[in-house]
């Protein structure tokens, strides 16, 4: 069923939510499912509704229309998101593939509400499998001279695919800073291990040297400091003795698709605001 | 800090939450949480708000009557705690101490927030344990022939504490009908199995005879049909095969003793609302 | 690294371990995993040694021969593996594809050591993605009228592939038991719920309709008893009162490729000895 | 039932654990449980085995006696422990009671196979909890001006209680390095983070401010570098961004009993080996 998904933060105050749910009220909206968060800290309020499109009396553009008024009043930062306009996902890959297959079948299937328009790689390995999706698979040269003209390529390759999300799916280069400013909030990486523990390269020979029972993955969003942008979800797996590092590589796989595929499957359905450099989860 | 915590139950509709969330904001109510479900099978709606008592200009009781105005419009069951009365529980237990130890334990540092005025058992083995933290300790007799005096016993010590919850921490005997129908919703089981499985007696020996690989825990609202009333919380543990029956019992104890302290948690502060044989629990 | 792995299962005693790894010493054969296992409920000893195979002075069919003398005196049931000798899976499935992408994809990386020359299906649906991985696709028909038929051809299917283990990915169909009979601890099964709770049909709707907190998989030997065989694996996922039945589905769809995977990944090491109903499994 | 537990290690090679458990089958000793772990990248090789103290033809000096030729021979460094001889544990606390209790009642139903003549504190808060369970409460002053001194005292007291181990439930004061030196492996601590993130101070403080998902725990050896000794277990916790410092905190003490008690319980059966900074753990 269609729904419009509305996000809003704002300074932590009395009346906010008997405002915004009396806004739709009047408009006999449907409320299938409102959370909210206040943080202590930083007084920032977050809250996330999710209103049944047919049952107000008007679209999106009159519901926003007619928000930004009482938004104004509130000094809201808010956002409108009409779950039947799909958001494309832009996967942007290196070799490995177990993330990249993890997702499109999640596309396929229906798990993950979105298009994909795009695959990207540095190698040309996993064209095939792209393709076989139906899904364009464009590959860049990131020969060492070209790293600049690479990620300007990629740049205009997802602003030319209207990409709304970037995701790194095992993508194995770090982004240069003037693209994590520019898409900033919507560069979703996994990183193979759990942050801040082990980060930059290698991380499974860094947890096996340093003798952890469990490892993890982190996914995150991207930000000019490498591995330290706000987390959205992580999760962990046992590991013991007898574990290679390959095996650590092996179950680690299975950790890093599933932390990835929770991440971006909210961000998708707008459950992850940003709180400084960390997030607030309406999972 | 002081709240009062108010928890609704009603058909859904469109605007419940903007009236309550209106009638709180129209007093300059704080709300420091708020949940809502709406269950589309049963057509029923739920909700729990926590609102700082200091930010109101009334008590708790000028808020129920105001509120039950709105309420009679609504049709809304309710019910408003005031997180200053402290609800009262009586644990029952046999032998086994380990759910009531972790129990007194979170009681004398807080993480439970109640008062425990009695402990009663049908077996004097807890007894200096009991007494150790302050605590008065009854033994019934439920030897077979006077089951039924022991139960009314039991229920009359549980009413002369003014208890308000009855928490069976492992106390191994059959709730009768009649006081399951008295304290409906006020009684909370800690089962030994991941329920269905395994109901009745000796669950982790049919555990062991299955071959599982996991094993559980279920903390539930007893009910007159055993083993089958709504659950609250339940989780799991790994074994394997060189597990006799006695490790699973060790292993079980500590799943046990966390499902019931989170159930229990949950309970009190009001989280856990019957929807039919199920539960809503805003954790 | 080629190995050969073997298993032994006997009445337990003293001096089996000390006879079996004298016999590999004398050969200076290389251990680089062993594991051991004494019920004592039943009696029964389990052993799975591997050993390099470049470190013994023969091959796989003279260990055989040789060792045969020492495994008749101890009475030893024992079986020998050589890695080098792939595993041949058949995979049955239905129409949906959770368990089969993630079964194709381990076995392209190479996480499944085995081949894969036939998938079966009662339904054309997954033919593409079968033949894209260049894997021979059947479909059965098995017409109410012809069940029969449609399980003597899938046999015939599997034994004309020379299929050692036959996977029934979310077949969706009951193995007759002749079938079971014949291929008695080489039929693997996912069910979806975690055994004994819901076994036989919709175990999804069983669970969501009872009300637990966590839902999990099971992967299990087929026997005639339906859903009743040795356990191999299981999981569990936490799910709350707001998942509806469509998504226990999408989360059930992740543990149970996952428990699925695990599970065949042990059998195709040798790494399940059933030990009546129940396993050793020597993860 | 008794048993003589057997751990050794050397470097690895063929026909080890036939010599050793030749060695045991000679005198028909009843191997209840074997494990062994060959380290590829060091080249060591572990091995643990408990056999029946009765099967046996003579008592554990004469065992060792016997054995220590064939140690010599094959270069082992091995260790024999008779379980009648219980271990001595000397608890160290400071104010926090949450491991202490548990460790106590695990020690009262048997949890834990061990004498605890000894607990130790630099605070009195905790002594009428200590000598309620019978035990000796000794307090040491650990005033800024005379650490040197009151870890001396402790060394006396630990000595004098012929302790074996000394576990660190929750201490808060940095073990000397010649403390840590004296008694190597012999100290255990729980963190209260998941290593090797976090170390150091408050580090709940640190897991809320880098906003992860998970919270973690970690018992290792002490070693004179602070956190970085060898990983005994290890466990996490899901937390969320409602989540506060006091709820990391709560939700954490869970977490780090659990884990203290895994690791105590592992290393009281002979069950963890340390590998350099790492740790074999034949759980």
């Known amino acids: 069923m269609r729904r419009l998904v509305l996000t809003v933060t704002c300074p932590d105050g009395t009346g906010i939510v008997a405002a915004v749910t009396g806004f739709i009220a009047a408009h006999d909206g449907w409320v299938v499912e409102a959370a909210q968060h206040g943080d202590l800290n930083t007084g920032r309020f977050f809250q ?24 104004g009043e509130l000094e809201l930062d808010w956002h409108l998101h009409d779950t039947d306009q799909k958001r494309r996902v832009v996967v942007l890959v290196s070799k490995e593939d177990h993330c990249l297959v993890d997702l499109l079948h999640r596309w396929r299937n229906g798990d993950l509400d979105c298009d994909i328009p795009l695959v990207v790689s540095n190698h040309p390995d996993l064209r095939a499998l792209v393709e076989w999706h139906g899904i364009e698979f464009r590959q860049v040269d990131f020969g060492a001279e070209r790293k600049a003209e690479a990620f300007a390529e990629v740049a205009s390759l997802f602003d030319g695919a209207q990409g709304d999300v ?13 693209l994590c400013e520019r898409y900033a909030g919507r560069i979703i990486n996994i990183h193979h291990s759990f942050l801040p523990s082990f980060a930059g390269a290698r991380p499974y020979h860094q947890a096996f040297e340093r003798g952890v029972k469990l490892i993890g993955a982190t996914c995150h969003y991207v930000t000019a400091e490498l591995d ?5 979800e992580q999760d962990t797996a046992r590991i013991d003795h007898a574990d290679t590092v390959d095996e650590l590589l092996r179950i680690g796989r299975e950790v890093e698709r599933s932390v990835l595929a929770r991440g971006l499957r909210w961000h998708l359905a707008d459950r992850v605001l940003v709180n400084g450099h960390r997030t607030v989860v309406f999972a």
């Open 48 to 71: 996330r509704i999710e209103v049944l499109a047919d049952s107000l009396p008007f679209g999106v553009d009159e519901f926003a229309e007619r928000f930004s008024g009482l938004a």
């Open 166 to 178: 970037m995701v790194l799916a095992r993508f194995m280069q770090i982004i240069p800073p003037d």
């Open 228 to 232: 330290a942008g706000p987390i959205i």
